[in-house]
């Protein structure tokens, strides 16, 4: 798993590579909260390239939808990859989440 | 003693092995080089000696040859009377200690009143002078070679040796010189005058020459008769060339081709089965005859000889002191790897306090100790520490085979759960990856004829999880006591879950109820994977996806049931994504494709023999690639 992160417009774009799976998360979760901490407005996670997601890694993404949301904030979650997408619907989480098809979308939403 | 696999031996042998081999190769080519010194030294010196003698003998030679010749030139003037000739000759004798004989022999009837043979000769017998004239058919001197040859060849010559019969009685040469007269008006032969050369005279000047112990001078005639020899057999005897034929030795042959051609050379001379010799040789300047000097091989390299074992013999013995003091040396200061090694075994051992050897050089040896004395201190507090979390890490063991126990005693896991419920048939298991595990399943009877089963996973793995599973577990059962929707269940049970939760753990969730007098299914799924409907008649097929979130997330969420009327004989496979994303080393999913197909291959199985099946795929699948996920699977069939 690697995680990257940019400026875009008003945007922070996350970018995660990889797998999120239990033995990942840990470290997933101590850069997001770093992150979290700075108190930006917007978030963009880029997940095109995230290909295997556990329950632990969703956990994660659960509270920075929490977190941004309590702060007033926009968290918007693009490039799901299909069997990620799976995932989602199944769990629900497509219902929670805003979920664009790029980057661009997200940009302009 | 030193032990054959030892670091000195080692060390020595190599040593060893590299100094003998330069000894040897310095040795040989020193004994090459000076062999040759001593060579060509042995040269110079066979030239030098043969000089000597050839000059000696020359000088002897040359004025005895003067005689025959001043007899010829007189005998051709005619001055002197045919009777004071003798008194000549004998006046030649005694006054030429070098001439043994001197002879004037004429032609036949050459003075007609002395008849055919007609010779005078005066010779030496002890300390007098004897004169004799031979004029008798008994010795008939005009066939002998002395005679005869240079009265052919109109010139001096010089004799082979011969025994002189009859005058001389000795072995002797003879030089010989033709004279001629003038006899009605024309020169014609008249006879020859001679001086002869007594052998045993020339051999004593031959002979004092000394060439180391046993070396020697001889002369050879031209046809390589011996004419001097100290084995004064050998004089008269055999010629070279008889000898090579004799002794095989073809070396005797080339000596007399090279002497007929008048050649010196300086040559190794070896007769089959006799001491190797050198030999140089040379003709006389005034006849053919040839000078040879003999040096012994063995006594001309005797010195060299003694000199190379005397060197080896100091080497040798040098390398023995060598040897002794290289391992002296070696073993002292080998000595504490020896010591080091028995400390390595005692350290090994687990006493870590074992006193090291002292080491008292400031080298490799003390860097050993050094690292050793570390190792000692690094070991024993690694051995500490060790001790401590092993000690730590049995206790976290120990408290998590008893929660493992507990978790485990809180779901049911008798089968069959229900003897006195003909109308369902259930199976369910449950496998941790680690102690413990956040996955569940229950079932239990509300009100006589409602079963009500669930099947849920947490967020995460091991404890956190297995605390989360065991509050969802708990307040279940308590809700379940007051609610009988599926929907309601859930959203108490969500609001429960969803109360400070500041973890934002959660979990998937289906519940089930299940009237068992009609057959009617009310289920809800908070985002769990789709249970498989296996009908009766044979279709397989999955329940559609939840649109419901998972549990513990947002307390106000309001969950939706549904509605399946069951038949009998249909059966539900429940299951968590521990089945369906069980993976292999290669990180390849099981699959919810393959997990539909061992449904399906199954699905006239009762659910205990379903279960079975799918656990042996997963296993095959997996093999032995540590468990990733919880593993939860229920069966349940509809009768």
């Not at chain 2, 005694?94 to 010779?119: Q, V």
């Not at chain 2, 005679?147 to 002189?164: G, N, R, T």
């Not at chain 2, 490799?364 to 060790?386: G, P, R």
């Amino acid at each position: 798993m690697n995680l990257t992160q940019e400026k875009l417009n008003d945007h922070l774009l996350l970018q995660v590579v990889g797998r999120l799976d239990t033995t990942q998360s840990d470290s997933f979760e101590k850069q997001i909260m770093e992150i979290l901490d700075q108190g930006h407005e917007k978030i963009i996670l880029d997940c095109k390239g995230l290909n295997y997601i556990s329950s632990s890694g969703l956990r994660i993404f659960l509270i920075m939808q929490k977190k941004m949301m309590g702060a007033g904030g926009q968290f918007k979650i693009c490039g799901l990859q299909p069997s990620i997408k799976e995932i989602f619907d199944m769990s629900g989480f497509t219902m929670i989440f805003s979920i664009y098809q790029d980057v661009d979308e997200a940009l302009k939403a | 003693m030193i032990k054959k696999n030892s670091l000195s031996f080692r060390i020595i042998t190599r040593v060893l092995l590299i100094t003998i081999t330069l000894f040897v190769l310095i040795m040989a080519g020193y004994y090459y080089y000076a062999r040759n010194i001593i060579r060509e030294y042995t040269r110079q010196n066979a030239i030098e000696l043969a000089g000597n003698l050839t000059g000696k003998i020359e000088q002897i030679l040359q004025p005895m040859e003067k005689v025959p010749q001043m007899l010829a030139s007189t005998m051709e003037m005619g001055l002197i009377h045919p009777d004071s000739l003798m008194s000549i000759l004998e006046t030649v004798v005694r006054k030429n200690p070098t001439i043994y004989g001197s002879a004037l022999a004429f032609e036949p009837d050459f003075f007609p009143d002395k008849g055919t043979y007609h010779m005078l000769y005066a010779h030496r017998e002890g300390d007098r002078v004897h004169s004799m004239t031979l004029d008798t058919e008994e010795y008939d001197y005009f066939y002998m070679d002395w005679y005869q040859i240079p009265a052919i060849l109109k010139e001096p010559y010089w004799s082979e040796p011969y025994y002189d019969e009859g005058a001389g009685n000795i072995l002797m040469a003879t030089y010989s010189v033709p004279f001629y007269c003038l006899r009605d008006g024309e020169r014609r032969f008249a006879g020859i005058a001679t001086v002869d050369l007594e052998l045993e005279w020339l051999t004593d000047i031959v002979s004092q020459v000394q060439i180391f112990e046993t070396g020697y001078a001889f002369m050879l005639s031209r046809n390589g008769v011996a004419v001097t020899h100290p084995d004064r057999t050998m004089i008269m005897n055999k010629s070279a060339f008889s000898n090579a034929e004799e002794w095989n030795a073809p070396i005797l042959r080339e000596v007399g081709r090279d002497l007929l051609q008048g050649i010196s050379r300086f040559r190794e001379y070896h007769i089959p089965g006799r001491d190797k010799l050198w030999i140089y040789y040379r003709n006389l300047e005034s006849n053919l005859w040839s000078v040879s000097v003999v040096y012994p091989d063995r006594e001309m390299f005797a010195s060299l000889r003694q000199m190379t074992t005397m060197g080896v013999v100091f080497i040798l013995g040098g390398l023995l002191l060598l040897t002794l003091i290289t391992s002296g040396v070696i073993e002292r200061l080998a000595k504490p790897l020896t010591l080091f090694a028995g400390s390595a075994r005692t350290i090994a051992e687990g006493n870590f306090d074992v006193k090291l050897p002292t080491v008292s050089t400031n080298d490799e040896m003390k860097e050993l100790h050094d690292a050793f004395s570390h190792m000692q201190e690094e070991l024993a507090e690694y051995v500490v520490n060790l001790k401590e979390t092993t000690a730590a890490k049995e206790k976290i063991e120990s408290e998590l085979r008893i929660a493992r126990e507990i978790q485990l005693s809180m779901i049911p896991h008798t089968f069959p759960p229900f003897p006195d419920l003909p109308q369902v048939c259930l199976y369910a298991m449950l496998k941790s990856a680690r102690e413990v595990g956040g996955d569940l399943y229950d079932f239990f009877v509300i009100d006589k004829d409602k079963f009500c089963f669930a099947i849920g996973d947490v967020s995460g793995k091991g404890v956190p999880a297995s605390l989360f599973m065991a509050v969802t577990r708990t307040l279940l059962r308590t809700i379940a006591d007051k609610e009988q929707s599926p929907a309601s269940i859930m959203e108490t049970l969500n609001k429960s879950l969803a109360f400070n939760n500041e973890s934002n753990m959660f979990v998937t969730f289906f519940l089930g109820v299940l009237d068992l007098r009609t057959g009617k299914l009310m289920y809800s799924n908070a985002g769990h994977n789709p249970p498989v409907v296996i009908g009766s008649n044979g279709n397989v097929s999955m329940f559609e996806a939840a649109k419901s979130i998972p549990l513990g997330l947002f307390e106000d969420f309001i969950y939706t049931e549904h509605a399946v009327q069951l038949n009998s004989g249909d059966k539900l496979f429940a299951y968590t994504d521990g089945v369906s994303e069980a993976e292999n080393k290669r990180e390849v999913l099981f699959g919810e494709e393959r997990m539909l197909e061992i449904v399906d291959a199954g699905k006239h199985l009762d659910p205990k023999d379903l279960i079975k099946s799918m656990e042996e795929a997963i296993d095959n699948h997996v093999v032995d690639y540590p468990q990733s996920d919880d593993i939860t699977m229920m069966a349940i069939r509809y009768t």
